[in-house]
């Protein structure tokens, strides 16, 4: 299975706001909607931050947003912070019965 | 709260046999969810590697399917993973995750991870 393509890399200012992709397939992202989204720091497991594409669980900021259109996902941060400084990883169930992950996003801060 | 705590090996010798333990504390593993494997070689993206449901059902990644195994013992309450001929490209931090419901991805509870190394 291949992995879900995410950008190497984003980044924004204080306040602004952010997308992250994540692009699939018809055999995945685009087929069901099981896409989540998790938040890593460096050395610390994954939080997850979104499921069922949009979802939020309890205690997640309402900050942080997910989206899906066709077989592309997004996850975006509004109000951006200092301390959403991280790296983050979507994911989707696909139709092998299986669960693929993106190769993860760096979202600096500036 | 639920707590999951992986153990096991550090270090394991190429052509041998990783295994790893997950303990679940504040849930029992019975009552529902399903148990996940996922690791993170150094410096690189999440893989998942499978899961199994209490009953025993598993789902296993097809690029690892022929070397894991994963098992379930609810008297312990605790998954193990099992993963034979290991090569240096299995070094990784190993994570024991709880998923809401299977395969969706939503992982509400992780491990803190095991870095396993191998090397001779």
């Not at chain 1, 979507?90 to 996003?105: D, I, P």
């Not at chain 2, 499978?50 to 894991?68: A, D, E, F």
């Not at chain 2, 994963?70 to 998923?99: H, M, P, R, W």
Request: proline letters at 4%.
């Amino acid at each position: 299975q291949s992995a879900l393509t995410q950008p190497a890399s984003v980044s924004g200012s204080p306040g602004q706001s952010i997308t992250i992709s994540c692009t699939g397939t018809s055999s995945d992202v685009g087929g069901y909607n099981y896409v989540s989204w998790y938040q890593q720091y460096p050395g610390k497991a994954p939080k997850l931050m979104i499921y069922d594409v949009s979802k939020r669980p309890s205690g997640v900021s309402n900050r942080f947003s997910g989206s899906k259109s066709g077989n592309t996902a997004s996850l975006t941060i509004s109000g951006l912070q200092a301390e959403d400084e991280a790296d983050y990883y979507c994911s989707s169930y696909t139709s092998s019965s299986t669960l693929v992950f993106g190769g993860g996003t760096k979202l600096t801060v500036l | 709260q639920v707590q999951l705590q992986e153990s096991g090996p550090g270090l394991v010798k190429p052509s041998e046999t990783l295994s790893l333990t997950c303990v679940v504390s504040g849930y029992s593993i019975s009552s529902g969810y399903y148990w996940v494997w996922i690791r993170q070689p150094p410096g690189k993206g999440l893989e998942w590697i499978g899961s199994i449901y209490h009953s025993g059902s598993t789902y296993y990644n097809p690029s690892l399917k022929s070397r894991v195994t994963i098992s379930v013992d609810t008297s312990k309450n605790q998954f193990s993973l099992k993963l034979s001929s290991v090569t240096a490209a299995d070094t990784a931090v190993y994570y024991c995750a709880g998923e809401y419901d299977i395969l969706t991805g939503q992982l509400d509870y992780w491990g803190q991870g095991t870095l396993v190394t191998v090397s001779s």
